[in-house]
Nanobody, 124 residues
């Protein structure tokens, strides 16, 4: 599967952005989809995941502010980001894998397929 992330940009603190990740392939609905981010000088970290049954999982740092969703008809996963903070500034990556289990949703090493990343910059 190939992934194409989009929707990043520059936004003021408190603002919102919606990221999209379009996937190729006919089996999109079988994949667990995740969002990760990497800030300058930091390791890549988990943001959110959604599984085949549409159960969602979030990092504590974004819980209540970000929402992950998927549209299987459009082969697309979304990350709605509200109440953005300067510390949310990072390159955001979408990831996919058909086999990752729930206990590993938070680990970037468990996802085989990655998008190219989209930059989100939150100004104070």
């Amino acid at each position: 599967v190939q992934l194409q992330a989009s929707g990043g940009g520059l936004v003021q603190a408190g603002g919102s952005l919606r990221l999209s990740c379009a996937a190729s392939g006919r089996t999109f609905s079988n994949y667990v989809m995740g969002w990760f981010r990497q800030a300058p000088g930091k390791e890549r970290e988990f943001v959110a995941a959604i599984n085949r049954g549409r159960s969602t999982y979030y990092a504590d740092s974004v819980k209540g502010r970000f929402t992950i969703s998927r549209d299987n008809a459009k082969n697309t996963v979304y990350l709605q980001m509200n109440s953005l903070k300067p510390e949310d500034t990072a390159v955001y990556y979408c990831a996919a894998d058909p086999r990752v289990i729930v206990s590993n949703y938070y680990s970037d090493r468990r996802y085989d397929y990655w998008g190219q990343g989209t930059l989100v910059t939150v100004s104070s």
